[in-house]
């Protein structure tokens, strides 16, 4: 059997895929993206000091914050519940030594790299286009640079970072992955531009 028939190939979920010309804003995947799930107690000591003398930096405890520090960036899930972001060559390693580090203290760490597809937007009218696909308010004043939250977005589970004013990252599973990119492409088209409601300019 040739080389490459037997060596696994790895395949983005929109590698064959590009946004066409004429969007209101930019959006491509985020390729390089390692990612870790990682469950404990904020409360238990011993947890959160080895996760830090493996990562760097104290996990997030406010609801729907993000911490970075180098190329580690961790956004807060739930109480209990951590994503552990990392170039994606690192993530099998970084598993491992958290692993290690939590052996004997109640922890789970599992690398989900596979799972998600990460959607990188940038633009200046995301806030009100991205509207069009959930009821959460992009437009509150805690929608600022650092905000995380999982909500539905064209109707499918997903999870929405901000990154700066005009820069958004958003997971979806990767099953779900064409049907997001097809519903962005309808959306971020002229003929389906959205302005909130005040006066117009003239067409």
């Not at 404990?40 to 911490?67: C, E, I, W």
């Not at 580690?72 to 580090?101: F, G, H, M, N, Y």
């Not at 009821?135 to 539905?152: Q, W």
């Amino acid at each position: 059997m040739s080389d490459i028939l037997s060596t696994p190939h790895f395949e983005t979920a929109l590698a064959r895929r590009a946004a066409p010309a004429g969007l209101g804003f930019a959006v491509r995947e985020m390729t390089d993206r390692g990612m870790i799930d990682l469950r404990g107690l904020a409360s238990d000591r011993k947890f959160m000091t080895a996760v830090k003398g493996v990562l760097g930096t104290d996990l997030p405890k406010a609801p729907r914050s993000a911490v970075a520090w180098g190329d580690i960036k961790v956004l807060w899930l739930s109480p209990d519940q951590w994503l552990v972001l990392c170039p994606r060559a690192r993530a099998v390693a970084l598993a491992a030594e958290l692993t290690a580090a939590l052996a004997g203290i109640h922890s789970q760490v599992t690398n989900v790299s596979d799972m998600r597809t990460v959607l990188r937007l940038e633009g200046a009218n995301l806030r009100t286009t991205l509207a069009k696909g959930t009821s959460t308010d992009l437009h509150a004043a805690e929608v600022k640079p650092g905000f995380v939250k999982r909500l539905k977005f064209a109707e499918v589970g997903a999870l929405i970072n901000i990154v700066e004013d005009q820069i958004f990252e958003l997971y979806v599973f990767r099953s779900q992955a064409d049907y997001v990119w097809d519903f962005l492409i309808a959306i971020g088209g002229s003929a389906a531009e959205l302005h909130l409601f005040g006066k117009q300019s003239p067409a």
